[in-house]
């Protein structure tokens, strides 16, 4: 079985135009709205997206920060070999402002559970909405779902959507992973 590339080159570059123009279009210049990207992978979106809005939005100030969900994860003591956290980097205050929380893949919805709590150490925002790269559809936990989605992705337990970033592989790319591969 084959492992399809499901975004790469142009169209992955594409697709994070678009997730920022729709930003754009229910935040404005920004000026209430805050990004925060879920450890460790959403943080290259997070960066990525806070980077195109700059180049987009001359001028504007675009917070963005990190959020580790590592102790607040449902998980973190079932786990058999100790956990490792990575770092919080969120230099502002999340009261009363809209929050978009940004991870590279939505699947069971528990990491996204996980940094909404984690979240609250910062304040009580406005309101908080999802930005995923990749939606897997079909296999929620919870009752989570994306404001705004790259692709979405029919996939079964046994398959691995991996997100591939230039800043950490060498390249952008999402690939479907089957078992076996």
Not at 66 to 76: A, G, Q, Y
Not at 85 to 107: A, S, Y
Not at 121 to 147: M, N
């Amino acid at each position: 079985m084959l492992n399809p590339i499901l975004l790469d080159g142009q169209k992955f570059q594409i697709t994070i135009q678009r997730l920022c123009r729709q930003l754009i279009e229910n935040h404005n210049d920004f000026s209430n709205s805050v990004i925060i990207g879920i450890q460790p992978r959403g943080i290259y979106l997070a960066k990525r997206i806070a980077e195109e809005l700059r180049k987009i939005l001359p001028g504007k100030t675009i917070l963005q920060g990190d959020l580790d969900i590592t102790f607040f994860r449902d998980d973190f003591r079932r786990r058999e070999s100790p956990l490792v956290p990575n770092q919080t980097r969120i230099d502002f205050i999340v009261e009363g402002k809209k929050v978009i929380m940004m991870d590279d893949v939505l699947w069971t919805g528990r990491t996204i559970r996980a940094a909404m709590d984690a979240m609250l150490a910062f304040g009580r925002p406005q309101k908080v909405e999802l930005l995923t790269l990749v939606d897997r559809r079909y296999s929620r936990h919870l009752p989570v779902a994306a404001d705004y989605i790259g692709i979405e992705v029919d996939s079964i337990a046994s398959q691995k959507v991996v997100v591939s970033w230039k800043e950490t592989d060498g390249e952008d790319k999402v690939i479907l992973l089957s078992e076996g591969k």
